[in-house]
């Protein structure tokens, strides 16, 4: 059995808030994640994350709204499915369409606000317990597999890793969500413009509204850019404390 003792050391360990990283460690996984997201092999292996997020996001939206979520699907080209059910008009569905796309930079912002405070393995163990309930609705086996790894390797620096190489992991992730959302709204407008995805989440948006799909582009275009300003300023706190400033 687990003591009192135990329970209160953990919980100060989950809770307890990490000294300022190095402005240098801020600046440079920054630049880690930026490489990543705009070189074509990197972002090929690590987009995966961002699908997960993607799909997440539908799947979270689309309980919140009280659709019947029967499941998702990850798949190795880096696609993923999430299948609801419910009434295919309304805003239940308009909102679970939307979170897609957006649920990747908003789910870096909240990171970042955790990382602002420094609450850096708390993040990991909630970055953790997102990917255990989303496993639970998983429907194949890349994705039971993908799931797995991700969670086991943050599960891992969670629990072994010294603080610094924790706050390593930490901001590079989370940087990554902040930038790598904005890449697939470009991809998609442009594959879009090529007859290529007629389907989109932005088409199926124009399809239940009287807006246009481009619309909905540039709406997940906006978001996703405020979210990465917003962020950008919390992750850069330990930056302008060097340097004397306050917000």
Known sequence: MVSIDGLGGLWDKLFAAQPDPPPLLVLLTAAVALVVVSTRVPWRIARNAVTIAHEGGHALVAL???????????????????????????????????AG?????????AGAWLLGGNRITLLLWVA??????????????????????????????????????????????????????????????????????????????????????FFWVTVFALVNLVALGVGALLLAGPILTGAGITL
Request: charged residues 10%; positive net charge.
């Open 64 to 98: 919140l709204t009280g659709r019947r979520l029967h499941g998702i699907r990850l798949h190795s080209d880096t696609s993923g499915l999430t299948l609801s059910a419910g009434r295919p008009t309304g805003p239940g569905m308009i909102l679970t369409l939307l």
């Open 128 to 213: 953790v317990a997102l990917l255990l309930a989303m496993l639970v609705m998983i429907r194949n086996v890349f994705g039971v597999l993908s799931l797995l790894v991700t969670g086991g390797v943050v599960l891992a620096v969670s629990w072994y890793a010294e603080p610094q190489v924790q706050a390593a992991f930490a901001y590079t992730g989370v940087w990554f969500l902040l930038l790598g959302g904005v890449r697939p709204v470009v991809e998609l407008q442009r594959l879009r413009s090529r007859g290529r995805m007629p389907a989109s989440d932005a088409d199926q948006l124009a399809g239940l509204t009287p807006l246009p799909a």
């Open 101 to 109: 796309y957006i649920a990747p930079p908003l789910v870096g912002l």
